[in-house]
């Protein structure tokens, strides 16, 4: 095949242990957790809904460095939120909850960076809020670990500090829909492929960062993410 220009790289997250997994999509899950949900003025079991960001907007940081990226553009209001990253290994349509942990094929630490004006907005209007959540850097992610490493991540901390203080904390199993739930929703909706990434919620605490701060996420048996805003 004959390209017009010279095509991007593949974005690509590295694997503990070594090796890359490649990124096909990434899916995020809105109000997650219920603590979370409250603090954004909501309440209640809600059904799911999603968002999703460029493949491309991942910032791969890897085991023991502290990634950077840069405070964007048209906001001042740059908010961390922590969460749970879920690699799928095998694809499918409408898999059932039960058999969702064999499309897993790892687990990481991520950051879902949000223009929380530029959301906020957006909702006031009634219009989407790509602008708030799918920009350049909105995706920083630590080394995947194999879930044949790990077993199913069911329960665990997680956690998130800036500058050594606590912002964020919650467990795993306070996820309002459960990974296998999310699966089962997200691929009644789309094809998920190998490659893909969700973004599975994240705890209350959520604020917001200023460039020079560093931010350090940690989930039980994955490790921590570290990443400063430049």
Same mark, same amino acid.
């Given at each position: 095949?004959?390209?017009?220009?010279?095509?991007? =790289?593949?974005?690509?997250?590295?694997?503990?242990?070594?090796?890359?997994?490649?990124v096909h999509r990434i899916y995020c899950v809105g109000r997650n957790?219920?603590?979370?949900?409250?603090?954004?003025?909501?309440?209640?079991?809600?059904?799911?809904?999603?968002? @999703?960001?460029?493949?491309?907007?991942?910032?791969?940081?890897?085991?023991?460095?502290?990634?950077?990226?840069?405070?964007?553009?048209?906001?001042?209001?740059?908010?961390?939120?922590?969460?749970?990253?879920?690699?799928?290994?095998?694809?499918?349509?409408?898999?059932? =909850?039960?058999?969702? @942990?064999?499309?897993?094929?790892?687990?990481?630490?991520? @950051?879902?960076?949000?223009?929380?004006?530029?959301?906020?907005?957006?909702?006031?209007?009634?219009?989407?809020?790509?602008?708030?959540?799918?920009?350049?850097?909105? =995706?920083?992610?630590?080394?995947?670990?194999?879930?044949?490493?790990?077993?199913?991540? @069911?329960?665990?901390?997680?956690?998130?500090?800036?500058?050594?203080?606590?912002?964020?904390?919650?467990?795993?199993?306070?996820?309002?829909?459960?990974?296998?739930?999310?699966?089962?929703?997200?691929?009644?909706?789309?094809?998920?492929?190998?490659?893909?990434?969700?973004?599975?919620?994240?705890?209350?605490?959520?604020?917001?960062?200023?460039?020079?701060?560093?931010?350090?996420?940690?989930?039980?048996?994955?490790?921590?993410?570290?990443?400063?805003?430049?």
């Amino acid at each position: 095949m004959s390209y017009v220009f010279t095509p991007p =790289a593949i974005a690509s997250v590295p694997v503990a242990g070594g090796g890359d997994f490649p990124v096909h999509r990434i899916y995020c899950v809105g109000r997650n957790y219920a603590d979370h949900a409250v603090e954004m003025g909501f309440t209640g079991r809600e059904p799911p809904f999603f968002f @999703l960001k460029p493949a491309d907007a991942v910032v791969p940081v890897a085991e023991g460095e502290t990634g950077s990226i840069p405070y964007p553009t048209l906001t001042k209001n740059f908010h961390h939120e922590i969460e749970l990253v879920v690699a799928i290994g095998t694809g499918g349509r409408h898999i059932a =909850a039960a058999d969702a @942990l064999q499309h897993i094929w790892g687990y990481a630490v991520g @950051l879902d960076m949000t223009r929380r004006d530029l959301q906020n907005e957006m909702k006031k209007q009634g219009r989407p809020w790509c602008i708030g959540k799918a920009f350049d850097h909105s =995706a920083p992610i630590g080394p995947l670990v194999p879930r044949a490493r790990t077993g199913e991540l @069911l329960t665990g901390a997680i956690t998130l500090a800036v500058n050594g203080e606590v912002r964020q904390k919650g467990d795993l199993s306070e996820l309002i829909w459960s990974v296998n739930e999310t699966i089962e929703q997200l691929s009644a909706a789309w094809e998920l492929r190998p490659g893909d990434l969700i973004y599975t919620g994240t705890p209350a605490g959520v604020s917001a960062v200023k460039a020079g701060d560093v931010m350090e996420g940690t989930i039980a048996g994955l490790g921590t993410l570290r990443v400063a805003v430049a």
